[in-house]
């Protein structure tokens, strides 16, 4: 199905924000470099902008017609710059920011789409000073105890699998949990899921939710770690995913049934593993996905018969009648 309106927004300025201070700066910066040529492939003027103090009184004195925000991590993808925009009046495209910030949240996140019938692995959250406070010997113990081996163990707020290490060994869980507390205040150790990994975008161009073709990741090392994301020719994407037809439309009904459950709007891009009883399990949800040359969301988008300049360019126009 091609986009509703792939007109860029009016006759005025596109800003796209890239960068940021978080730990996925780069990221952010290749994403929003290609967003931009995307547009700009459109006819659309688009100009790209880091964030610093002098972006409020910019968007005040001169504000653009829409803002898409490439930002990743957590200055971008918590909800506190789309805040900043409602503050402003701006048009964004995407997520509302109570929604970014259960969606980011990924302890909230599985309790969201759990309640609503999704199944997740169970997992367990905990901040560093609860670690610290009650002994971490004790605590890695009680975790073991509960939720087996293998686990996984990430940070509760963080994308692109920084921090994230697999856990085969109780000895491997010290280094695991100190990993994951470098990259914020809260681990999340949930289940090890094995099997096949799935990325499926969601769009909705103004006729509701769904899925785009379903990306199939098959990293060199086993592990979609963040090299394995940014580094190119190091994993293998298959889209569409060559699985059983039943498997991808369980998939996709995961995805935008998460996608709803979490109140998202635009854009979204749920990660998913299936096991090898053909069980779909929800891993977490991103508000922000990455739109850099080795991202599943333009390889979806382009497996789909699209155009990357229209739908972004659809998504722009969609921001703008929202808020007239």
């Not at 890239?18 to 967003?35: C, P, Q, W, Y």
């Not at 090890?192 to 785009?212: F, M, N, Q, S, Y």
């Not at 998460?258 to 998202?264: K, S």
Request: charge should be negative; hydrophobic fraction near 45%.
């Amino acid at each position: 199905m091609a986009p509703t309106d792939s007109t860029p927004a009016g006759d005025g300025r596109i800003l796209v924000l890239a960068g940021g201070l978080s730990h996925e700066r780069d990221v952010s910066l290749r994403s929003g470099r290609r967003v931009a040529e995307a547009l700009r492939s459109t006819g659309a003027e688009v100009e790209v902008r880091d964030v610093d103090a002098g972006l409020i009184p910019e968007l005040s004195a001169n504000p653009p017609c829409c803002v898409v925000s490439m930002l990743h991590g957590e200055t971008g993808e918590d909800g506190a710059i789309r805040e900043v925009f409602d503050l402003l009046g701006l048009p964004y495209v995407g997520s509302l920011p109570a929604s970014c910030r259960a969606a980011f949240d990924k302890p909230v996140a599985k309790a969201v789409v759990a309640r609503a019938g999704i199944s997740t692995p169970a997992s367990v959250a905990l901040p560093a000073e609860t670690f610290r406070e009650l002994g971490a010997a004790a605590v890695m113990q009680a975790i073991t105890a509960k939720l087996g081996l293998p686990l996984i163990v990430k940070p509760a707020k963080s994308g692109s699998a920084l921090g994230c290490s697999v856990v085969r060994t109780t000895d491997a869980l010290p280094g695991a949990m100190v990993s994951a507390y470098a990259y914020g205040d809260t681990a999340l150790v949930e289940q090890l899921i094995e099997g096949d990994e799935v990325a499926v975008p969601v769009i909705d161009t103004g006729d509701g939710p769904r899925a785009l073709p379903i990306v199939q990741i098959k990293a060199d090392g086993g592990v979609y770690d963040y090299s394995a994301r940014y580094t190119a020719g190091s994993t293998e994407f298959v889209v569409p995913a060559k699985l059983a037809d039943d498997v991808l439309t369980e998939c996709a009904r995961v995805a935008v049934a998460a996608h709803e459950a979490l109140g998202l709007r635009d854009l979204s891009r749920s990660d998913l593993m299936i096991d090898a009883a053909g069980q779909v399990w929800f891993l977490e949800v991103n508000v922000a996905p990455g739109f850099t040359e080795t991202s599943t969301v333009p390889l979806s988008i382009n497996a789909d018969g699209l155009e990357l300049g229209e739908v972004c360019a659809t998504l722009v126009a969609q921001a703008v009648r929202r808020k007239g």
